[in-house]
């Protein structure tokens, strides 16, 4: 049974935070998920970083793109209506949809009115968010992936793991036994046949979809375009066949114009993959016209809310609303390389996802826990294209958590003990000279090698050493009176004498 299917069926793995431990330790022992996840990541970090060396001037690029999100999220209001009365002005559709709820509404209207029976969707982390596919399944609507990864993950019933590379956690055996059940027929680990039979079962979805659905790396705020990226061409598929074309995008997914959606795409494809810019890049305004060769008769953007207008304003968090989904930080991250996308149980996973998901779902008790998946190193922060601090949102995060006292009582006490101890000189004097003689029936060979209770987990993999009779305060005191009363050595008052007879005349 793969990962996510069996999280599905746990009650206790299914819940982000509770199941955080479990899922962790399943992924720590699965040697095949970590060598893949690590061998993908390698592949993509170091790409991205020979990517910025050829580019040149990184850092430049880097503030230009922090600079435009930053105005575009501080001016989210004036945007959204430029984007969405130019959108209108080219002839599509705008809803804005506060919830994942109205999102869904808004789509079954749509598909209803069109009797849409099949919808052939291109990548869009947006519609995993709302969970759009099951809601379609439930009434009878056909939702097929066309990106190669999210087909292989449909396929295998499972969710996406990384923001680009969904399937980063397979390998060709793994494909090539799912297309094999598919299929009814046997297919070899190779890359070729298996593309080709992916390729041939989406070419019918293509043609016959009534609607095509996609999501949006930009809107451009001047010209109500809708601009995707993809390596694959399914997007270009999905969006100009299917009589109907439905794109699903976050609220923040804006540049005011195209000179700085051209900053944007640079950044982008560089991080994610380490391409100068991605094979394909639509720009996509209005339906069809008058003379078009090719394009939708019907064009609706559905904006999504969904939690985002909270952060706006909060000074410690807006910033995560100019997140360009490029999965940089996730490829540098050492917590996400180890055990991958799935056991963070959110959609959205890596430093990123564990920033955004409590503050999407505003639920800092269950997700909040995601914010302890981390090392705080800041390689998050050094590889994010708009230098968006998630490890001092991580931070943030915990702290939230403790003034809302979501953690466990016994920490409370634990830390609040911990807090007087530190605060008085007296109390934190008594408390040193106790720890000595409290880790006495503990040590072996001069340390701690498996410390009691609570404590245990931190030397599961590392040992506490030896806490010394005498501080090092109380060394240095006794130094200083030693030194204090210590005769005047020769040699130290040797110069000073010279000095002296020097200066006589
Ligand atoms: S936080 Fe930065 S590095 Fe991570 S996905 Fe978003 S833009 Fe990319």
Known sequence: MSGTAQHERDPVLSKIGSGLKKRTELALEDDFLRKAVAFTTDKLKTGRLKAMDDFGDWETWRERGRAIREHVVSHLDYYLTQFSDNVAKAGGHVHFCR???????AFLDIANKAEAKLVAKGKSMVSEEIHLNERLEQIGIEAVETDLGEYILQLAKETPSHLIIPA????KRQIADLF?????????????????????????IFLEADIGLTGCNFGIAESGTITLVSNEGNGRMVSTI????VVVMGMERLVPTFADVEVMLNLLARSATGQKLTTYTSFITGPRREGDLDGPEELHVLVLDNGRSSQLGDPQFQEVLHCIRCAACLNVCPVYRHVGGHTYGSVYSGPIGAVLTPLLQQDYQEAGQLAYASSLCGACYE??????PLHDMLVQLRHRKVKLKMTPAAERLAFKTYATAFGSVTLYRMANKAAYWMQRPLLKGGAIRRAPGPLAGW??????PM??????????????RELADAP????????????????RP
């Open 168 to 171: 980063i956690h397979k390998n």
């Open 180 to 204: 094999s059940d598919h299929a009814g027929e046997p297919f070899p680990a190779e890359t070729r046949p298996l593309a080709d039979y992916a390729r041939r079962k989406l070419r019918s």
């Open 467 to 480: 806490k010394p009779k005498r501080s090092f305060r109380e060394r240095w005191a006794e130094l200083q």
């Open 99 to 105: 919830s994942g709820e109205d999102a869904v509404r």
């Open 459 to 464: 030397t599961q993999s590392r040992f506490l």
């Open 488 to 503: 005047p050595s020769a040699n130290a008052t040797a110069p000073a004498d010279a000095a002296r007879k020097e200066e």
């Open 242 to 245: 299917p009589k109907i074309h």
């Open 383 to 388: 590889a994010c294209p708009v230098k968006i």
